[in-house]
């Protein structure tokens, strides 16, 4: 596996504001995404799972600067000699290298606008950035040539979404995104909302375009089986905060958080017959007031005082696998095991 950074990520936060801020109120935040340190390397599929509220379309918009960072970096090495900060970019610089940085978005039909054609939704990033000028040849050639690789007939080219079954929508999507020849693509819930065989046709275009065109992922998904299929590594949030991380075989095969665990023995194809599922007691606390110590606490089948004061440190348990959980060492099965025998209830352990 490639190892070079394409995006380091240092001890990002996003924060929103909810309520409070008056003379008798003090501020309140909503963390989101609380302390968040990772890299992307180039060229990998980097997926990211966790339930609904854990923070994953944040961290993917945040990183796009779609939202305005609350603080730390997000070091960009698209321009090999260059470094950059996109947290620090401002104005021209950021419109520059916005081209590099796409999305793609679960509702492909919210996100595109009802009144252009496809070939109008295709055209209008590439004429921003300046590569071709409309109503030229060379635009509309480029435009089908984008419109081709993503599986669209030319005779779309006049044609409106609204025209368009979900699957193909997702592929003016992709097109939109691919024409600006990005580097790095966001690809938020983009196959969730599509039916099995339309989900795995998109994922072998993505799969495409990204030996074709040298192309990095982020893959935020709920759905792990799709996750554990194209990605090279994996990160689970939990609350705001990345919990555990490593390369998808490490994480399903091995996972060492209590949290990634219970999370992979709700997939049926992914445990053993045995298995148990478990099931994770209460709901995901409050991101306006999360839990002391360990996030997780509150409703982990490991749970000990300790947990409860000290947050764990992110730990790497075997190369290039990390989890942030005071018991990042105990083996799996032993974890389930304990899962079992509480019957998923949070327990004190210790
Ligand atoms: N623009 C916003 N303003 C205020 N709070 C927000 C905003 N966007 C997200 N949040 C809050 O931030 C937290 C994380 O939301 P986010 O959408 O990132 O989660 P997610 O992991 O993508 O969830 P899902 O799987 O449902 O898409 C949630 O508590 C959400 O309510
Ligand atoms: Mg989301």
Known sequence: MNTQSLLSVVHLKKYFPVG?????????????????SFDIYEGETFGLVGESGSGKSTLGRTLLRLYEPTSGQ????GNHDKEVDL??????????LRSDLQMIFQDPYSSLNPRMTVGQIVEEGVATHKYYRR????MREYVLKVMQDCGLQAEALHRY?????????????????L?????????????????????????????????????TYLFISHDLSVVRHISDRIAVM?????????????????????????????????KAEREKKIVLGGNMPSPVSPPSGCKFH????????????????????????????HFADKPTAEKRRIAESNEGQTKKFL
Do not use: W
């Open 87 to 96: 947290t620090q970019l401002k104005g021209e610089e950021l419109r520059k």
């Open 298 to 325: 509150t409703r982990c089948f490991m749970a000990c005082e300790k947990c409860k004061r000290v947050p764990p440190p992110f730990t790497e348990i075997e190369k290039g696998h990390f989890a942030a959980c």
């Open 179 to 215: 024409a600006v020849r990005p580097k790095f693509i966001v690809c938020d819930e983009c196959v969730s909302a599509l039916d099995a065989s339309i989900q795995s046709q998109i994922l072998n275009l993505l799969a495409e375009l990204k030996e074709k065109e040298k192309l």
């Open 20 to 36: 409070g801020g008056s003379l008798f109120k003090a501020r309140r935040y909503l963390r989101a995404n609380d302390d968040i």
């Open 161 to 177: 979404p609204h025209q368009f079954s979900g699957g193909q929508r997702q592929r003016v999507c992709i097109a939109r995104a």
């Open 74 to 77: 997000i070091l960009y090495r």
């Open 238 to 270: 939990y609350l705001g905060n990345i919990v555990e991380m490593g390369t998808a075989k490490q994480v399903f095969e091995n996972p060492r958080h209590p949290y990634t665990i219970a999370l992979m023995s709700a997939v049926p194809s992914m």
């Open 135 to 138: 109503g030229t040849p060379q």
